[in-house]
């Protein structure tokens, strides 16, 4: 169907829609099970036996593959069979992991794909843009992800960059007049709105004439399906470790296997240890549990209301140092209630708060009748008629759909009794200029019921005063003098310094041949009638929040397009501005270069009256300065900010599609404290990588120490391989896996941000592994040369004290690894993940000790009681003898 050929009536013929009240329920129901969801088919899932046959793909894993089957050609079947039985078990591991990880994924996926705004039974309604069906009638504003293919029914000012399409990245001015011509190209059809596309300016209507692979977009779905996979900056160093472990581990193999012949052990079984050394060094489940871990991480961020887009903001989270926040929802509570009118000299009060439409109008403490007082019902009137959203009332609470600020004139006007329905049956809006981030002005042309027009104009009240040239004052209108001008400028700085925020309204007679076609035409010789002055008190857990930023070292900095004197009032209460903190206009940033922003940058806590454009330039200059940088925004302006930030965030209700894509972080309720959690969050998940890191490595350090010890004294092994497989492939996976779902520190939001480029071993982690690894080994060969010296013919019975107390000291380390200082620092209850995991752990170690099928495969014997004083005595002492020793510190 060339749907660009048709007119708006032929369109709604075809769709069977209805052009006032959209879809009904049932037809939608009815139509997507006949059409289907609107959505890309996706690439073919890899099939969970290939995911699980990946796991034995690993190079340690094919060697100890080859070790097995040595070990069954050598008639060792038992020791063949164990070995293939753990690494299945390793693979189950590494299989259920990666299935849990793919899961978390898609569902980031599912949370972050764009929502629409559709008419169902005569309602505009929000719905993820995969319910459309054909025939919905869409709308869609600057800064919107067009949902499906559409044709375009109503367009005012309407621009929409189609460079996913045609590769055009100019944007595309659009209207909704049909096009004649048979093959018109993709990138001519001016009267159509293509799935994916990115509204950049004005608003529009359409009705959904395509959806999933039936759209533009679906031809060249192929181009969506492989997605990239994202590393983090973590995950690349830890795979640069597995390398140089590797090499150490190759390395390890052939000199025990050297040593062991040397000393007179056969050639078999020292291949066996060295090969079960080779994988001792190597943490199996490393990158597995560094995946999962941030994939939990970023599920606990999601119930806390922020949806990571991209897994290596989580690391770069825990660096921040600075954060820019807007003002306005994020700081505040969105919730904007007009106190104060001013115009010609009078000023009126409101009561009420929030969108209850209830209140009293006062003028010098007087209850006033809005009816007798023109100027005030004139600006109550044109501040209903500028503007696109709109009030209902649900569940017993007023909602609002759109723009809190113009929902707060809006309720002004309903406390003075006028509604929007009943004001447009007096007038008609016969063209609409949207409000510009750049212009900082919206404006409406309206026809009253004599047929004559005007051009009503609201924004901020600087803008609007260059662009008057008259002001109603006293009810008549005179021309706006520097006097004038001056006291006008008195009343705006009269209400900001009460923290309002001030909204200016003018309006201009239109001749009666006078046409009005853009913005520029409109938006001149006007007549200024006046201000409203609103409110939006800061969210109560903001100032809390903004302190604990403070004590973590991290610098908030409130930008801002309000008049400077309230943004200084707001930034105050909140304890953003300190006493000899700076606060930059807009013009005056303007007016700097680059280098010279850069040198004030780090005095600078609020920025007032900025554009988005400006925000581009704040980043760099703090980044300059070395500082990591999150961003908040919500606009389309504010995109290149938001990517060029280190984190960028994206508001989840305000936010537009193109702001959501070029951040890393969203948050779903634009809310400030959301970002301290998730910093938090970020820097725990950091804290906790290294801490399983630390256990590992400091446990395999411990098991590869041991065998080399005992064979410089050229004593027996006092582990046989299948037990070191057993301690690294099975035993250490349950603790690692519960320290990355421990619980942040008490400190981690009073120490400094952490250096981006500080490598996996700072802050003496490398010292700590060495030391506690040594110490481990150490312990173990003790227990092994306890019993062996007393009895060399009860070698077996030895190797079973070493295996037990092996995996005691290290279930006793893991509690260590939870705080950087030391054992006692925490509570050992506070992580039950852990105690289970540890509790398991010991099980498995009994089982293979004490169970009778089990004992000739691990080479055990049961241990006496007795012989347990000792090995959790030697278990212990590497953690608690030197808790808190020099020890346990780096050296300097």
């Known amino acids: 169907m060339k749907w660009y050929e048709l007119g708006e009536k032929a369109i709604v013929e075809v769709t069977k829609t209805d052009r006032q009240h959209g879809l009904t329920h049932k ?136 460079s996913a ?24 059809q001016d009267n159509m709105a293509f799935m994916g596309t990115l509204v950049t300016r004005g608003s529009g209507t359409g009705i959904v ?38 090499v150490v581990a190759l390395a390890l193999t052939v000199l025990v296997v050297g040593i062991g012949v040397l000393q007179g052990h056969d050639l078999y079984s020292m291949f066996l240890a060295g090969v079960s050394l080779a994988v001792a060094a190597i943490p199996e489940g490393l990158p597995a549990i560094v995946t999962v871990a941030l994939s939990l991480g970023v599920q606990r961020m999601i119930k806390q209301r922020s949806i990571v887009r991209k897994l290596p903001a989580v690391e770069t989270l825990g660096c921040a140092s600075v954060i820019c926040s807007d003002k306005t929802g994020t700081l ?16 009126w009060r409101v009561s009420g708060t929030g969108y209850e439409p209830t209140g009293v109008f006062s003028r010098e403490e007087r209850e006033v009748d809005t009816r007798s007082e023109k100027p005030l019902q004139q600006l109550l009137v044109f501040g209903l008629l500028c503007n696109q959203t709109s009030i209902s009332r649900k569940d017993k609470e007023y909602v609002i759909d759109g723009d809190p600020t113009e929902a707060a004139l809006l309720v002004a006007a309903m406390k003075a009794g006028l509604t929007k329905e009943n004001i447009q049956k007096q007038f008609t809006i016969i063209e609409e200029f949207p409000f510009d981030s750049t212009r900082k002005m919206m404006s409406v042309v309206i026809e009253d019921a004599s047929n004559k027009r005007y051009v009503i104009t609201k924004g901020a009240p600087d803008v609007l005063l260059v662009n008057s040239k008259n002001i109603l004052w006293e009810s008549r209108q005179q021309t706006l003098s520097v006097t004038v001008h001056n006291e006008v400028k008195g009343a705006i700085d009269q ?20 046409s009005v076609h853009t913005e520029n035409e409109a938006e001149k010789d006007l007549t200024f009638l006046g201000l409203q002055g609103m409110i939006d008190p800061p969210r109560p857990e903001v100032k809390q929040a903004v302190k604990e930023c403070r004590d973590a070292g991290i610098k908030t ?56 454009e400006h925000k581009l330039k704040i980043v760099k200059a703090l980044q300059a300065k070395d500082h990591i940088v999150a961003m908040t925004g919500d606009g389309v302006n504010d995109a290149p900010a938001i990517k060029a930030a280190d984190i960028g965030i994206a508001m989840g209700i305000t936010g537009t599609d193109v702001a959501k894509e070029a951040s890393s972080l969203v948050l779903l309720d634009d809310n400030f404290a959301t970002i301290k959690s998730a910093i938090k969050e970020g820097r725990n998940i950091y804290e906790n990588i290294r801490k399983f890191i630390r256990y590992l490595l400091a446990s395999n350090v411990g098991e590869i120490l041991v065998m080399l010890f005992a064979m410089i004294l050229a004593l027996p092994l006092p582990l046989v391989p299948i037990q070191i497989l057993w301690v690294n492939l099975v035993t250490d996976g349950l603790p690692a896996m519960a320290l990355g779902l421990d619980q942040p520190e008490d400190n981690v939001m009073k120490r400094h941000p952490r250096h981006p480029r500080e490598g996996i071993f700072a802050r003496g982690l490398g010292w700590k ?18 019993v062996y ?104």
């Open 495 to 514: 209400l900001a310094s009460q923290a309002l925020r001030t909204i200016a309204i003018a309006y201009r007679p239109l001749g009666d041949h006078e």
């Open 557 to 612: 900095v409130m930008i801002t397009g309000d008049h400077v004197i309230t943004a200084q009032a707001i930034a105050k209460q909140l304890g953003i501005l300190p006493k000899n903190g700076q606060v930059l206009e807009g013009t005056d940033l303007s007016k700097m270069t680059q280098e010279e922003l850069e040198e004030v940058v780090d005095d600078v806590y609020v920025y007032a009256r900025v554009s988005p």
């Open 209 to 246: 004439v395509g959806i999933g692979m039936k759209t533009a977009m679906g031809q060249i779905a192929d181009l969506l399906q492989n997605a990239e996979v994202m590393i983090t900056p973590l995950q690349r160093k830890l795979e640069q470790l597995g390398k140089i472990l590797i």
């Open 332 to 347: 505040t509570q969105n919730k904007m209630t007009v106190t104060h009118l001013w115009s010609g000299g009078m000023t």
């Open 789 to 892: 010296d007393n009895d060399p013919d009860r070698l077996q019975y030895a190797q079973t004290i070493a295996f037990a107390t092996l995996v005691m000291a290290q279930l006793i380390h893991v509690f260590d690894c939870r705080s950087e200082k030391s054992i006692f620092d925490r509570n050992p209850f506070q992580n039950l993940y852990l105690v289970g995991a540890v509790i398991s752990s010991i099980i498995l170690m009994l089982v293979a000790i004490y169970y009778p099928p089990l004992q000739p495969i691990f080479h055990t014997m049961a241990i006496a009681p007795r012989e347990w004083l000792v090995i959790l005595g030697l278990a212990s002492l590497p953690t608690f003898l030197l808790a808190g020793s020099l020890l346990t510190r780096k050296p300097s």
């Open 165 to 188: 399409l045609t590769g055009e990245s100019l944007p595309v001015a659009k209207q909704i007049k049909a096009l004649p011509g048979d093959e018109v190209p993709l990138g001519d």
């Open 27 to 162: 037809e939608v129901k009815a139509r997507q099970q006949q059409q289907g969801f609107n959505e890309l088919t996706e690439g073919e899932k890899k099939p969970a036996i290939l995911v699980f046959v990946e796991q034995f793909k690993d190079f340690m894993v094919l060697v100890l593959l080859a070790a097995t089957l040595i070990s069954g050609l050598l008639g060792e079947y038992i020791d063949a069979i164990a070995i293939i039985a753990i690494v299945v078990i390793n693979g189950f591991l590494g299989f259920f992991q990666e299935r849990k990880a793919e899961k978390s994924l898609h569902a980031l996926k599912e949370l972050s794909a764009p929502q629409v705004a559709a008419m169902r039974e005569g309602k505009w309604v929000k719905l993820p843009s995969k319910e459309l069906v054909v025939g919905d009638i869409v709308k869609f504003s600057s800064g919107d992800r067009i949902g499906a293919d559409l044709r375009i029914m109503e367009a005012k000012s309407l621009e929409i960059e189609e």
């Open 769 to 786: 592994v060495v030391s506690r690894g040594f110490l481990i080994g150490a312990a173990t060969l003790a227990a092994f040369m306890i």
